[in-house]
């Protein structure tokens, strides 16, 4: 694949990120397909799994780039990654994380940041903690208030402004929608 399109989903928890992933995976995974037997025309990297925010985020962070490393021509999308790393550690440990290193690397393979926002509506995040907790019940755990995810947005808006990376900043205020056609036509995919 000549232009691989390296994808990062970024943004605070119930902003959409993973409707709108599931929409850009299926394009491109059916579009770069060239096995019927195994997905291989897309790969799908869930990032955030109880790692962000701990000692465990930064190596972990540098080891999906080595993976990345090795798949530089395949399409490949991560949902959350430096960025949020940066967020939970500020928010949750009260440290700074410098991950300009790793955006050097990530710009040389041509990585993109997808930036989901919501409108700060306390009604949207009350509706998108039911969904959530009606998807997954454990999640209840780790539930904050709808203040604490405006405040999360905060801490991403902040970072989004620093990185080197191109990104398209996404209104998911509204699901369902079709803003992964903006998206594609911002990849050059449509």
């Given amino acids: 694949m000549k232009n691989a399109n390296h994808l990062i989903f970024e943004g605070a928890e119930l902003d959409g990120k993973s409707y709108l ?3 850009i995976y299926d394009f491109l995974e059916m579009k770069y397909n060239k096995n019927r037997a195994i997905l291989d025309g897309c790969h799908w990297f869930n990032t955030d799994v109880g790692i962000f925010g ?3 985020g930064k190596p972990c962070i540098e080891k999906f780039l080595e993976i990345l490393e090795i798949m530089p021509d395949k399409n490949v999308l991560f949902e959350k990654f430096h960025l949020s790393d940066i967020v939970y550690n500020r928010l949750h440990r009260h440290q700074e ?3 300009q290193a790793v955006e050097k690397k990530l710009k040389k393979l041509n990585a993109k940041i997808i930036f989901c926002t919501i409108k700060e509506d306390k009604n ?5 903690i039911q969904d959530r907790l009606n998807l997954y019940p454990h999640y209840e755990r780790m539930l904050q208030n709808p203040d604490w ?3 999360q947005q905060e801490e991403y808006k902040k970072e989004i402004k620093k990185t080197m990376l191109p990104y398209l900043e ?3 205020t509204e699901i369902p929608n079709k803003k992964h056609l903006e998206i594609l036509r911002w990849i050059n995919e449509k």
């Fill in 170 to 172: 996404i209104d998911m």
């Fill in 124 to 128: 949207v995040l009350q509706k998108r």
């Fill in 97 to 99: 994380i410098n991950y």
């Fill in 21 to 23: 992933m599931a929409r």
């Fill in 149 to 151: 995810y405006i405040r």
């Fill in 54 to 56: 701990t000692e465990f």
